[in-house]
């Protein structure tokens, strides 16, 4: 069975006639059968059908080391009032000004 996605909506055949329609952005897994179909050399070259014959394995997560309450920086906050004031002009009076 080979993996894959496609962007596009494809079909492949088989030589008995028949075929299997594959729908965008589902993944897939399709019988052998489909590499000897032109349409499916011809997607794989255009970037319209990406192929994988692996499965991917969970990835762990990398470990995070913790710093002690004591060694963290610390985070000082602004009073209120010793904070610089923003004054917003509406969009309406900044396209009056111009």
């Given at each position: 069975?080979?993996?894959?996605?496609?962007?596009?909506?494809?079909?492949?055949?088989?030589?008995?006639?028949?075929?299997?329609?594959?729908?965008?952005?589902?993944?897939?897994?399709?019988?052998?059968?489909?590499r000897?179909?032109?349409?499916?050399?011809?997607?794989?070259?255009?970037?319209?059908?990406?192929?994988?014959?692996?499965?991917t394995?969970?990835?762990?997560?990398?470990?995070?080391?913790?710093?002690?309450?004591?060694?963290?920086?610390?985070?000082?906050?602004?009073?209120?009032?010793?904070?610089?004031?923003?004054?917003?002009?509406?969009?309406?009076?900044?396209?009056?000004?111009?």
């Amino acid at each position: 069975m080979i993996k894959a996605v496609a962007k596009k909506r494809l079909a492949f055949h088989d030589d008995k006639g028949s075929f299997i329609t594959v729908k965008p952005f589902q993944f897939v897994d399709l019988p052998d059968y489909v590499r000897k179909d032109p349409m499916f050399a011809w997607a794989v070259k255009d970037g319209i059908l990406e192929v994988t014959d692996t499965v991917t394995a969970a990835v762990e997560a990398p470990k995070v080391e913790t710093v002690p309450e004591e060694k963290a920086p610390k985070v000082e906050t602004v009073p209120e009032e010793k904070a610089p004031k923003v004054e917003t002009v509406p969009a309406a009076q900044k396209a009056a000004k111009k």
